[in-house]
């Protein structure tokens, strides 16, 4: 089984088309990020210093993008932990099936747009901190 670690979520830097009336950044699934994009969703109206998240997908490939303002995500592998600063809407996150992750520290107005490599389904989602060490342990929840 594929036991991704934090060092395996990465940021990438993705393509702005720059112009004095505003910016542009395009995103193509399998070009400029490395799944296909199968849902797009974003919260917003976060409260400033709010957490959300905390959950981990057993299937789904996530990039997270501060599409306005700026939040952390920390990753955790069940053994060590990293925390990413978004703060730029032409930066973005990868967050490869198998991490905990959870968004903290929300800056006022900020809008966090994920896209997913899957659609909704609950059964991905593993919602639980022990029950997500015990999957890392065996591969079973």
């Known amino acids: 089984m594929n036991k991704p670690n934090v060092y395996d979520c990465s940021v990438i830097e993705l393509p702005k088309i720059e112009n004095r009336a505003g910016n542009?950044?395009?995103?193509?699934?399998?070009?400029?990020?490395?799944?296909?994009?199968?849902?797009?969703?974003?919260?917003?109206?976060?409260?400033?210093?709010?957490?959300?998240?905390?959950?981990?997908?057993?299937?789904?490939?996530?990039?997270?993008i501060a599409a306005s303002g700026s939040y952390e995500v920390v990753l955790d592998d069940g053994k060590n932990k990293r925390t990413i600063l978004l703060n730029r809407p032409f930066y973005g996150l990868h967050i490869p099936p198998?991490?905990?992750?959870?968004?903290?520290?929300?800056?006022?107005?900020?809008?966090?747009?994920?896209?997913?490599?899957?659609?909704?389904?609950?059964?991905?989602?593993?919602?639980?901190?022990?029950?997500y060490l015990k999957y890392k342990s065996n591969g079973t929840k």
């Open 24 to 64: 542009i950044t395009p995103i193509h699934g399998n070009i400029n990020i490395p799944f296909e994009i199968k849902r797009v969703f974003y919260s917003y109206d976060i409260p400033g210093g709010e957490a959300r998240g905390a959950h981990a997908h057993k299937e789904c490939h996530q990039f997270l």
């Open 98 to 131: 198998g991490i905990w992750a959870a968004e903290q520290g929300f800056s006022s107005g900020s809008i966090c747009l994920v896209l997913a490599s899957r659609i909704y389904e609950e059964e991905d989602y593993i919602r639980n901190y022990d029950d």
